[in-house]
């Protein structure tokens, strides 16, 4: 059981806004209301405290991937992310043959109960070939509710999300089957008109998969998908702010129509996050990483990211100008909200776990503590990739 502490001087970012000089007691693996005399006290004056970072899409980092590897190289990339801030993540899968997908849930699964990952996210094979991106074309199929629920089930309930192109023949039918399982239906990699898109969410769709990317452009004619997305509150948007799968202004245009409710910053990252430039695999496909950019070799898609979220967190608040509060809510509150599991992550209040960020004026992480234990000490410098 870790000491208790008592973090004092930051300014704190609270579902309710900033205090400045504000007090957070970590007791055991939770935030606490009240500290104990025999809690040690951390100084952290002139830096900000906010919720650990929540990544509802992420394919790995450190040089390990989430779709294939052995069980301790997706622990590598979970604590690559969890060094960058990220405490809670989800583990995203690229496309790959059915059997291989309901191995791979299998093993995802045991890290989810472990408590190592908040569960997995299919992204493929359900997708549109028209918008394939960086997923295998000879591998993609029709999202078939049964082929669906082989994935959810072999998930043994840590199935928190699956991306579908639900234009595709079975795309409503498997829409209504993951709501009914309390699974999210994500749209995307999708070439949907602006009203199929309408029917899907209807149908029980609550997110946008990276929206903009792998989707046709918002037409004055022909709004597409992108439009029915933003427009309705019942959907969630991800967006990836690397600066380079979107252009500012798309991305401040889908802030701003969408409101800071009802954005989630994602990384999308795959295996190079967080280790450097190189040759990589995304499933079956060879990538190459240059200037932290990953594309295809074949073809020249952008095959994920490089992102980590506190290089997410820093762009949305010195290029975006966002708000330091709106910007928590993009990559904290928010996603963990479409989780399910705001009680204990997502914001920083007592009788949650305590994970949290500590970030400099620059807003370059410090620190970072995972239940109550520091991933990264504060005032000891840069995280360092493992
Ligand atoms: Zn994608």
């Known amino acids: 059981m870790a000491a208790s502490k008592v973090l004092t001087g930051a300014r704190v970012v609270l579902p309710t806004g900033t205090v400045a000089a504000g007090r957070v007691i970590v007791d055991g693996t939770r935030i606490a209301g009240s500290a104990p005399e025999t809690a040690e006290t951390v100084d952290l004056s002139g830096q900000w405290l906010v919720p650990g970072f929540v990544d509802i899409h992420n394919h790995g980092g450190g040089g390990a991937s989430f779709t294939s590897g052995t069980v301790e190289d997706v622990l590598t990339g979970v604590r690559t992310h969890r060094l960058h801030g990220t405490t809670?993540?989800?583990?995203?899968?690229?496309?790959?043959?059915?059997?291989?997908?309901?191995?791979?849930?299998?093993?995802?699964?045991?890290?989810?109960?472990?408590?190592?990952?908040?569960?997995?996210?299919?992204?493929?094979?359900?997708?549109?070939?028209?918008?394939?991106?960086?997923?295998?074309?000879?591998?993609?199929?029709?999202?078939?509710?049964?082929?669906?629920?082989?994935?959810?089930?072999?998930?043994?309930?840590?199935?928190k999300m699956v991306t579908l192109a639900t234009e595709l023949p079975g795309g409503i039918d498997s829409v209504r089957l993951l709501a009914e399982h309390g699974v999210i239906a994500a749209i995307g990699h999708t070439d949907a008109t602006y009203e199929q898109t309408v029917e899907a969410i209807d149908a029980g769709a609550t997110?946008?998969?990276?929206?903009?990317?792998?989707?046709?452009?918002?037409?004055?004619?022909?709004?597409?998908?992108?439009?029915?997305?933003?427009?309705?509150?019942?959907?969630?948007?991800?967006?990836?702010?690397?600066?380079?799968?979107l252009h500012p202004a798309a991305l401040e245009l889908a802030f701003h129509r969408a409101g800071a409710d009802r954005v989630a910053f994602i990384t999308d990252a795959m295996d190079a996050a967080g280790f450097g430039d190189g040759r990589y695999m995304l499933g079956p496909l060879e990538v190459e990483v240059r200037d932290s950019v990953a594309r295809l070799v074949e073809g020249g898609s952008i095959a994920g990211s490089t992102l980590t979220q506190d290089r997410a967190f820093k762009r949305s608040v010195t290029v975006d100008r966002l708000s330091v509060e709106d910007t928590v809510r993009a990559l904290s509150a928010n996603p963990a909200k479409l989780l399910g599991m705001y009680d204990t992550v997502g914001s920083l209040e007592p009788g949650k776990y305590a994970d949290l960020v500590v970030l400099d004026a620059e807003f370059d992480v410090k620190g970072v503590m995972r239940r109550g234990e520091w991933v990264v000490a504060p005032n000891e410098g840069h995280p360092v990739v493992l």
């Open 88 to 159: 809670t993540i989800v583990a995203s899968t690229v496309t790959g043959e059915m059997d291989f997908l309901a191995q791979r849930a299998g093993l995802l699964s045991e890290l989810a109960e472990q408590g190592d990952i908040a569960g997995i996210h299919f992204e493929g094979p359900f997708i549109s070939p028209c918008r394939k991106g960086a997923h295998s074309e000879g591998l993609l199929r029709h999202p078939d509710p049964a082929d669906v629920r082989k994935l959810v089930d072999a998930a043994r309930g840590h199935a």
């Open 207 to 245: 997110v946008a998969t990276h929206l903009y990317n792998a989707m046709p452009g918002l037409g004055h004619r022909a709004p597409g998908p992108i439009a029915a997305l933003l427009e309705d509150e019942r959907v969630t948007v991800e967006l990836i702010n690397d600066g380079t799968h």
